[in-house]
Each structure stands twice: as structure tokens, then as C-alpha cells.
């Protein structure tokens, strides 16, 4: 980023260069904020989301803790990681599950009264404290209707921040700091998987999409433009001192994951749908929170997805038959299971095996 920036040369406010969604009037404008930051993870959502709260967001306590795969930290609430894991283990969907179907099912879940008691309440104890709360976790995407109905329900307006990144980069990322449990193939449809339906579930609502390189390169006028889209005061009224903040948090070098399909091997009808995938999702981050021109073409996007995931499945169906045969389990361990065939040979035995009874301990779905 260059030499530190003084205060007065590091705006926050809002910026002519871009048209954002107009304000609505003081009158109609609740007194509370619920911020929620959708993307994948490995994707940029934690400095995004450390950026805000260093301006004056509340992050609800306890956080997860930092570890080396982010060691700035996560910036997000325990409470919310563990809600959401709960109800992806209820729903049997994993964090970056790439069946579209999969939608659905944590929908439903997210239909019990319970759980939306639940939030409304946690949700309420929260506002107490601050009325401006930011709420970021990988998983967030899989209920954030949830999270907005329940929102509107304690007197809070929602606001949604999508931060994206290449998919190459994202996937690297992940096999990086994650190993390779999941393999790059599922990794990428994840991600496509994510980024159609994340798009989709936010169309109709104030958001705005933030390219992670853009946070490296520029944190100040990516900050300025997004509190400009979503009318955020934190943002728009932060003192020199909380910016000051944010410039020593932002660590360049903590980025090392290259935007290139070079080291994998994609399928070049996945590869191709993802890129076009990131194309649009930079449209936004680029041209505004308003996504009519480019609807066709994210809908086109995700029936592709669909079909392309459909096919497979079909092509597979032998494959999904024969490991769901009684007694096939014990002949073909879940530890053998768990890695591609590819990386195998790669990955020891024993570690494949702790890491299989680790998932179970957690309640990772035997898929």
C-alpha cells in the first residue's frame, strides 16, 4: 500500500466517483444497523470485517480466536459459529457445500420457530451493547434470510457486504491453511455454488460487493464506497484516530495465495463457469450495488451450475450406489474415503484417520 497515509489524506466519507443507492431520509432510517458480511472463506470476509470493527462495529464477544491461519484474527462471534454449525449438522450441509439442493435444506431449518426465537433473543442482547453489530462467518450465506428477518424483527435494518476473490486464489487458500480433506474440484463448485445463491439472496436487499485485492490496494476508497452503498454512519463519521487503527491492522503480506488455475486441475467447464462467475461479482464490486444489467446473466450463470452439478451427480450415480451398498462402509473406511484418490498417496494414513474422527467429534456430515 506504499507509505502510511496521514489522516487527513485517508477519506472515509462518501466519494463523487461512484453513484451509490441514495439514502433513505433521516425519518425512516432505524436507529439500529445489522451489517452482515457473506463470502467464502479464505476470501478476505475477516479483513473486512477487522477493518469495520476497528472503525467502530460491534464484533459480539467472545471471538473465535486467532491461529496461524489468520493470525489477525477472525473477527467473528463464537456464539455465531456455533449457532450456525449447529444448524448445518441438523441440516447435513457442510460450510462449502457445492450441491445447489443444498440451499433448501438449511431454508427449512431455518423455518423453526425455535431458531428464530433463539437469534431474535441473542440478537436483542446484542443491540443492548451497540447499535451498530457486524456479523461475519463463512456460513453466514447459508441463512442470511434468517438473519434479516430476525433482524427486522428486533428494530434493526439489514445491510449486506459480499467479499469476493478469485476463486484460484480462494481454493489455494483453502488447501493451504485446511489441507486437502476436501479436494480442489468440490472446492471450486463450492465456491461457485456460494457466490450464485449469495448473490441471489441478497439481489433484492442494500448491498455492496468488496474485491478483496481492492482492500489490500486501496482499504480507504474500497471502506468510503461501501459505507457510501449501505448509508453506514460508523463508516461515513470515523475519527482520524480509529483510521489511523486500520492502516497498522492491514498486513499485505499475509496475502500469499496467487489468482491462477496453473497448479489445479479443473474441469474445463467448471473453470470456465467460475470464471465467469468472478466476472460478475467483480461487475458488481465495480459498477455499483445495483445488479439489474447483469440478473440474465447470473441466472444463466446459476442454471448452468445446476445443470452442470446434475450431470455429474448422474454420471456418478454407480459411484453414490455402490457407497451407500450395506457393508460397503466397512470395506472402503470413511479415512480412506475423505481424500481424493489423487492425494492419497500424498496424505499418511494415520493423519487421514484423526482427521476423520476429529469431523465426526464435530458433527461433519459422513459424505
Given at each position: 500500500?506504499?507509505?502510511?497515509?496521514?489522516?487527513?489524506?485517508?477519506?472515509?466519507?462518501?466519494?463523487?466517483?461512484?453513484?451509490?443507492?441514495?439514502?433513505?431520509?433521516?425519518?425512516?432510517?432505524?436507529?439500529?444497523?445489522?451489517?452482515?458480511?457473506?463470502?467464502?472463506?479464505?476470501?478476505?470476509?475477516?479483513?473486512?470485517?477487522?477493518?469495520?470493527?476497528?472503525?467502530?462495529?460491534?464484533?459480539?464477544?467472545?471471538?473465535?480466536?486467532?491461529?496461524?491461519?489468520?493470525?489477525?484474527?477472525?473477527?467473528?462471534?463464537?456464539?455465531?459459529?456455533?449457532?450456525?454449525?449447529?444448524?448445518?449438522?441438523?441440516?447435513?450441509?457442510?460450510?462449502?457445500?457445492?450441491?445447489?439442493?443444498?440451499?433448501?435444506?438449511?431454508?427449512?431449518?431455518?423455518?423453526?420457530?425455535?431458531?428464530?426465537?433463539?437469534?431474535?433473543?441473542?440478537?436483542?442482547?446484542?443491540?443492548?451493547?451497540?447499535?451498530?453489530?457486524?456479523?461475519?462467518?463463512?456460513?453466514?450465506?447459508?441463512?442470511?434470510?434468517?438473519?434479516?428477518?430476525?433482524?427486522?424483527?428486533?428494530?434493526?435494518?439489514?445491510?449486506?457486504?459480499?467479499?469476493?476473490?478469485?476463486?484460484?486464489?480462494?481454493?489455494?487458500?483453502?488447501?493451504?491453511?485446511?489441507?486437502?480433506?476436501?479436494?480442489?474440484?468440490?472446492r471450486t463448485a463450492g465456491w461457485v455454488n456460494q457466490s450464485l445463491f449469495t448473490e441471489r439472496a441478497t439481489r433484492d436487499h442494500r448491498r455492496s460487493v468488496v474485491r478483496y485485492d481492492d482492500l489490500l490496494d486501496d482499504w480507504t476508497k474500497t471502506v468510503a464506497r461501501v459505507g457510501e452503498e449501505l448509508d453506514l454512519a460508523v463508516v461515513r463519521d470515523a475519527p482520524a484516530q480509529l483510521i489511523v487503527q486500520v492502516h497498522e491492522f492491514i498486513d499485505r503480506s499475509l496475502s500469499r495465495s496467487r489468482a491462477t488455475w496453473e497448479d489445479f486441475e479443473i474441469p474445463a467447464s467448471l473453470r470456465a463457469l467460475a470464471d465467469e462467475v468472478w466476472?460478475?461479482?467483480?461487475?458488481?464490486?465495480?459498477?455499483?450495488?445495483?445488479?439489474?444489467?447483469?440478473?440474465?446473466?447470473?441466472?444463466?450463470?446459476?442454471?448452468?451450475?445446476?445443470?452442470?452439478?446434475?450431470?455429474?451427480?448422474?454420471?456418478?450415480?454407480?459411484?453414490?450406489?455402490?457407497?451407500?451398498?450395506?457393508?460397503?462402509?466397512?470395506?472402503?473406511?470413511?479415512?480412506?474415503?475423505?481424500?481424493?484418490?489423487?492425494?492419497?498417496?500424498?496424505?499418511?494414513?494415520?493423519?487421514?484417520?484423526?482427521?476423520?474422527?476429529?469431523?465426526?467429534?464435530?458433527?461433519?456430515?459422513?459424505?
Amino acid at each position: 500500500m506504499g507509505a502510511p497515509l496521514s489522516p487527513e489524506h485517508m477519506p472515509i466519507g462518501p466519494s463523487e466517483e461512484h453513484n451509490a443507492t441514495p439514502p433513505a431520509p433521516a425519518s425512516e432510517t432505524p436507529r439500529r444497523t445489522l451489517l452482515l458480511v457473506a463470502g467464502s472463506g479464505r476470501s478476505g470476509t475477516s479483513l473486512f470485517t477487522g477493518i469495520l470493527a476497528r472503525l467502530g462495529f460491534h464484533v459480539p464477544q467472545p471471538e473465535v480466536v486467532a491461529d496461524s491461519t489468520n493470525p489477525r484474527g477472525f473477527s467473528e462471534s463464537k456464539w455465531v459459529v456455533d449457532f450456525h454449525t449447529r444448524l448445518l449438522n441438523r441440516a447435513g450441509v457442510q460450510v462449502a457445500d457445492a450441491r445447489p439442493g443444498a440451499w433448501a435444506l438449511t431454508a427449512n431449518v431455518a423455518l423453526d420457530e425455535a431458531v428464530k426465537q433463539e437469534l431474535r433473543d441473542w440478537l436483542e442482547e446484542q443491540f443492548r451493547q451497540s447499535d451498530d453489530v457486524v456479523i461475519k462467518d463463512p456460513r453466514l450465506s447459508w441463512f442470511l434470510p434468517l438473519w434479516r428477518a430476525c433482524g427486522e424483527e428486533v428494530g434493526a435494518v439489514a445491510r449486506f457486504a459480499t467479499v469476493v476473490r478469485h476463486p484460484a486464489a480462494v481454493v489455494e487458500s483453502k488447501q493451504r491453511s485446511y489441507g486437502n480433506w476436501q479436494g480442489e474440484i468440490d472446492r471450486t463448485a463450492g465456491w461457485v455454488n456460494q457466490s450464485l445463491f449469495t448473490e441471489r439472496a441478497t439481489r433484492d436487499h442494500r448491498r455492496s460487493v468488496v474485491r478483496y485485492d481492492d482492500l489490500l490496494d486501496d482499504w480507504t476508497k474500497t471502506v468510503a464506497r461501501v459505507g457510501e452503498e449501505l448509508d453506514l454512519a460508523v463508516v461515513r463519521d470515523a475519527p482520524a484516530q480509529l483510521i489511523v487503527q486500520v492502516h497498522e491492522f492491514i498486513d499485505r503480506s499475509l496475502s500469499r495465495s496467487r489468482a491462477t488455475w496453473e497448479d489445479f486441475e479443473i474441469p474445463a467447464s467448471l473453470r470456465a463457469l467460475a470464471d465467469e462467475v468472478w466476472e460478475l461479482m467483480s461487475d458488481l464490486a465495480s459498477n455499483g450495488p445495483e445488479p439489474d444489467p447483469a440478473v440474465e446473466r447470473f441466472e444463466s450463470a446459476r442454471a448452468a451450475y445446476v445443470e452442470l452439478y446434475e450431470d455429474a451427480e448422474a454420471i456418478a450415480q454407480s459411484s453414490i450406489v455402490a457407497a451407500r451398498r450395506p457393508g460397503r462402509r466397512s470395506r472402503v473406511p470413511r479415512a480412506v474415503r475423505l481424500v481424493p484418490k489423487r492425494y492419497r498417496r500424498k496424505v499418511p494414513l494415520r493423519w487421514r484417520v484423526t482427521v476423520a474422527r476429529a469431523l465426526s467429534r464435530r458433527g461433519v456430515p459422513n459424505t
